[in-house]
């Protein structure tokens, strides 16, 4: 994944120590070098003097120069008692995410004097925020080094990238959802008017001739064939049922590619079964280990959530769509979180080799070898977020809570 592009403004306000100021500036950017997810763009000294924001003509500079790089999100620093009018300027003129901090006061001076002020300036700088209604992440009052306000610039960035994906997002929905499954329906006009997305349709006609035109030899289909037999156990699955299953992946991987899609939603049941001939749950899992969210029963939002899941990780990991909820028939706050096999294989549990076998719902309902393609195996323990987007009269909202895999 891309690195997150970040504009720092260094804010300060004539006559404080202009050599603390200096100073900070420095251990700023040096804190943040470490941090390889994101990539800092900050006025320098032929910008602005001493590469600090301290009046209006300096913000004027540092908002064409943020433009000219393509700044994704904000990184406002109170150096000293920085002046709150040009840096909320920038800020409110850049209208992208911003998180504000402010550095921790040094040592008095050797007459007694004051090096900093910054906790003033921060307060003066939130302040003029709220006035203009921006919102803001606000990460504390921080030496650059600490763990902390590295910690909440990582977790900025993941937020940056979770909205630059969202917001105008394309998302695929092959096929219409399951007529029964009233929760996976979606109003697209909030959507568009809200968030600028856009949902692109195909048929499971128009998907299943694609796939069924690639060729068995297709070297992209022959990829996809090796990998899938590496990474599973595939004893119980025909060579036939591996090949549709390689060949479906290459025709939405082509879709994907031409729209421009972040996710799709996939009618996965009961016409896939019945006219294509596998079950399609391993093919969604390994798109979204491809940074293709892939959501079962045309479900969109859950795409979207998954899209926001996915970005907000900064790629590091990829999510898993679930929507068996079982709960545990004694404890309490226990259930099984799973789907019918399209868990991403990446999340499996160093004991758990994933086993490629029949749907074991429509396995029974349709035949065993029309029902293959379900990736079977235990998740990684650990701690995970869990997420849902959902709109409701035009409104959205998510929820957002921790749980923890355990083994079984």
């Known amino acids: 994944m891309e690195k997150i592009t970040l504009g720092f403004i260094p804010a300060h306000r004539v006559p404080f120590n202009e050599d603390w100021a200096i100073e900070m500036r420095k251990r700023t950017l040096e804190a943040l070098g470490g941090i390889e997810e994101i990539e ?3 006025p320098d000294a032929e910008l602005t003097q001493n590469g600090l924001v301290r009046d209006d003509a300096d913000a004027e500079k540092v908002i064409r120069l943020f433009e000219e790089k393509g700044v994704e999100g904000l990184l406002l620093g109170a150096m000293t008692f920085g002046d709150e009018i040009s840096a909320v300027s920038i800020v409110e003129n850049m209208d992208v995410p911003a998180l504000l901090f402010g550095t921790k006061e040094g040592a008095f001076t050797a007459d007694g004097g004051r090096r900093s002020d910054a906790f003033c300036g921060t307060l003066s700088i939130s302040s003029g925020l709220y006035r203009r209604k921006i919102p803001f992440v606000f990460s504390g009052i921080r030496f650059p080094e600490e763990e902390e306000f590295l910690r909440d610039v990582r977790r900025f960035a993941g937020t940056v990238s979770a909205i630059q994906a969202f917001m105008g997002a394309k998302i695929g929905l ?8 009233e929760t996976c329906a979606f109003n697209e006009y909030p959507m568009i008017e809200q968030f600028g997305q856009r949902v692109v349709q195909t048929s499971l006609v128009d998907l299943f001739g694609a796939a069924r035109a690639l060729k068995d030899d297709d070297p992209a289909v ?11 156990d595939c004893s119980e699955a025909s060579d036939e049922a591996i090949r549709k299953m390689a060949k479906l992946e290459q ?5 994907a590619e031409e729209k421009a899609l972040s996710g799709m939603g996939i009618q996965c049941w009961t016409a896939m079964q019945n006219d294509y001939g596998i079950s399609p749950c391993t093919t969604m899992g390994r798109l979204t280990e491809q940074g293709i969210m892939a959501a079962c029963e045309v479900d969109i939002h859950g795409a979207l959530t998954m899209l926001a899941q996915y970005r907000a990780t900064l790629g590091r990991t990829v999510p898993h769509f679930i929507d068996w909820t079982i709960r545990h028939q004694e404890k309490e706050n226990t259930f099984l979180a799973w789907h019918c096999g399209n868990g991403p294989q990446c999340l499996a549990s160093k004991n758990s080799k994933p086993h490629l076998r029949a749907h074991s719902v429509l396995g029974e309902m349709l035949g065993q070898e029309c029902s293959m393609g379900c990736a079977e195996f235990q998740l990684k323990a650990g701690t995970v977020t869990l997420n849902r987007l959902v709109e409701y009269d035009g409104g959205f909202k998510m929820l957002i809570t921790k749980g923890e895999i355990v083994p079984s």
């Open 40 to 42: 800092i763009v900050v």
């Open 174 to 181: 092959v096929g219409p959802r399951p007529e029964r499954f």
């Open 222 to 232: 022959l990829q996809i064939v090796e990998e899938i037999r590496a990474r599973a």
């Open 251 to 255: 025709a939405l991987l082509e879709f």
